[in-house]
């Protein structure tokens, strides 16, 4: 068995990643070719977010058939020949399973659709409050009311996501035991690693109107929720000790993520929660720019480290991932310090306590885009919120501002594979605009370079296989106070692990009253530099990973 705490993974957003065919999306194919990168970086499975059969208005969150490969993408033979050449690469693949909506495209809607109660009971569907008034008040993650009208029913559908994505009825058992039935298809197709998307939502709680808010609070974390993912593990993935989970969960509390996660495995492996990442948000507002809050991401990967350690429960630790602004244009540099700023990130993120997620490009230092231009743009949420924002009697270049900042897009453009059209994504057009920047932020460029951002990433990986420290050791805070610095201390038996992270492009001083005598320099982004007498003097940006036997 494959110990996911030594291991990392490796996130592929297929469309984006590499098109064998010349049609200007990526696919399976396309990651096949690739996958002896993907082993020289060192990553021990590929999460690869949803191809099922989909009209893509978000993707492919959108499911049309669990069970066929959209065509976009390649074939069912295709698939398994990837997954055999994975394996034969020490590979595992992790696939995405979107079980709090469907598309509205899915069978079971259609036939809801067609007044069929069976299916009807498999959505959600409530009587307006009066005529033209939805059930509750509360909105889509993506923008308006997450009440869609059908007259036929006079009834609404709640969608929480777009409205071609209404929300399955997890109380209805009938419901459960079809998604029991997906996971085992993908099971019997040797799949060794499943993403559950959003599924802290699944389970809704009352209808009421929220007074405080867009209505989160009564269906996150829900009241089943613990029950429905216990069934899941019991009859599905439980059944082999091989596989690995991970659950996203959306606006959830660490309680809840203890029982999610814990190591007693009746629910998940390890979860994804994103406080951290709402740093340079006002509240639960995205949509604004503001500068990002240091101390408050120091305190919260601290309190989430220590939380999950102390109750035993298991933390999936990143930065970046297909919803997520690129790490080096949010809390780096994309000028002078790119690089020294890209390495100090991964090494802040990899060398805590949890298994480690990157996502495709951040291991080349891939930055924003920086459109500016709503062509540009494909997200659905983008979109939407493009014209929210000016309805909100924001200027156009105002929202282009904020999109530049927050948009999901920033992480959706091509991998950058090479210095040449299109970043050597595509012989054709690419789906989506390829940053400029691909022109020296490339693999090829980075393969070739010592000293690149991949070859930092790469021995990060390889770092948490060869020191236990890293992958199962106690992790201690320190600097709590300090304006630019986040460190912390690691300790596994006779193994001491020093992580030094300076967040800023200028120097800064750390006295940090800790005996440094005989740590030895794992890792770092400058080639000479250690503390003297425990007093660290940092350039920008820089990291240092400290090692020495008690
Ligand atoms: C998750 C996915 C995101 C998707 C949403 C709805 O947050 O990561 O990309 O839009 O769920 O399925």
Known sequence: MT??????????????????????????????EKLDYIKELGADYIWMTPFFLSPQKDNGYDVEDYYRIDPRYGTMEDFEELSAEAEKRGIRLMLDMVFNHTSDRHEWFRKALEGDEKYRNFYIWKKGKEPGVPPTNWESKFGGSAWQYVEKFDEYYLHLFDVS????????????????????????????????????????????DDHEGDGRRFYTDGPHIHQYLQELNRETFGKDAEIITVGEMSSTSMENCYQYASED?????????????????????????VPYDFRKLKEILFSWQKGMAEHRAWNAVFWCN??????????????????????????????LRGTPYIYQGEELGMTNPGFTDISQYRDVESLNHFRILQEKGLTEQDAYRILQVHSRDNSRTPMQWTGQANGGFTEGEPWMEVTKNCSYINAEAELADGDSVFRHYQKLVRLRKEYDVISMGDVKPLAEEHPQVFAYERTWKDEELLVVNNFYGRETVWSSGLDTAGFEKLLGNYEDGCPENGTFRLRPFETMVLFRRK
């Open 3 to 32: 110990d996911f705490r030594k291991s990392t993974v490796y996130q592929i957003y297929p469309k984006s990643f590499y098109d064998s065919n010349g049609d200007g999306l990526g696919d399976l194919r396309g990651i096949m």
């Open 165 to 208: 994505q209404p929300d399955l009825n997890w109380d209805n058992p009938q419901v459960r035991e079809e998604i029991r039935k997906v996971v085992r298809f993908w099971m019997g197709k040797g799949v060794k690693g499943f993403r559950f998307d959003v599924i802290n939502l699944i389970s809704k709680g009352d209808f009421l």
């Open 265 to 289: 495995g009746k629910e998940l492996s390890m979860v994804f929660s994103f406080h951290h990442l709402k740093v340079d948000f006002m509240g639960n507002e995205k949509w604004v720019l």
């Open 322 to 351: 297909h919803d997520q602004p690129r790490v080096v244009s949010r809390f780096g540099s994309e000028g002078k310090y790119w690089k020294e700023s890209a390495k100090m990130l991964g090494t802040a993120i990899h060398c």
